[in-house]
T-cell receptor, first 107, second 115 residues
Framework: EDQVTQSPEALRLQEGESSSLNCSYT??????LFWYRQDPGKGPEFLFT???AGEEKEKERLKATLTKKESFLHITAPKPEDSATYLC????????FGQGTTLQVKP | NAGVTQTPKFQVLKTGQSMTLQCAQD?????MYWYRQDPGMGLRLIYY???????DKGEVPNGYNVSRLNKREFSLRLESAAPSQTSVYFC??????????????FGSGTRLTVV
């Protein structure tokens, strides 16, 4: 069965404290791995698409990487405005959503 | 701003009532989707439409119907609301077909409570 598992469920960081969010996937025929950001009361906002193992994408303080079994979202020197839920989504003709990691960055 | 617009933002229904959730996109996307998001369950696909005039069931279609009115609009109808349909509903659209994986653009959601 196709599955996406994110860890940890929740993460609290101090401003400037770098860390990584993990996404493990077991999906047959992966065609793309997506990361979304979701703020409270809003819809998910697209961040990155990764298509093959070894690929990396960066946007401001975020960097997403992909292996054959996992994806990581690295957050470097986070700021309070990075606080949100981050969703990992595997695409194989349909989208399989992880349950998200809720990140809180304290000033 | 371009994007996906959902109405209403909030709704309370009594069990057995019906309602239609509206969604419109102005990005000329081919594919549109309806998801529901529940605590601990993640996002689950209710229905999708790969193109104008076509609709298909997703993961959790029971109790719902959809209409792809034109390329821009995709509505979700609850014929007889049940408390189990209390959820946050998101409409989304994407450039390609459902078999081609593109990033989706999501609306801001409709928070539905069925009492």
């Amino acid at each position: 069965e196709d599955q996406v598992t994110q860890s940890p469920e929740a993460l609290r960081l101090q401003e400037g404290e770098s860390s990584s969010l993990n996404c493990s996937y077991t999906v047959s025929g992966l065609r793309g791995l997506f990361w979304y950001r979701q703020d409270p009361g809003k819809g998910p906002e697209f961040l990155f698409t990764l298509y093959s193992a070894g690929e990396e994408k960066e946007k401001e303080r975020l960097k997403a990487t992909l292996t054959k079994k996992e994806s990581f979202l690295h957050i470097t020197a986070p700021k309070p405005e990075d606080s949100a839920t981050y969703l990992c989504v595997a695409g194989s003709g349909k989208l399989i959503f992880g349950q998200g990691t809720t990140l809180q960055v304290k000033p | 701003n371009a994007g996906v617009t959902q109405t209403p933002k909030f709704q309370v229904l009594k069990t057995g009532q019906s309602m239609t959730l509206q969604c419109a996109q102005d990005m000329n996307h081919n594919s549109m989707y309806w998801y529901r998001q529940d605590p601990g369950m993640g996002l689950r696909l209710i229905y999708y439409s790969a193109s104008e005039g076509t609709t298909d069931k997703g993961e959790v279609p029971n109790g719902y119907n959809v209409s792809r009115l034109n390329k821009r609009e995709f509505s979700l109808r609850l014929e007889s609301a049940a408390p189990s349909q209390t959820s946050v509903y998101f409409c989304a659209s994407s450039e390609g077909t459902v078999q081609t994986v593109y990033g989706y653009t999501f609306g801001s959601g409709t928070r539905l409570t069925v009492v």
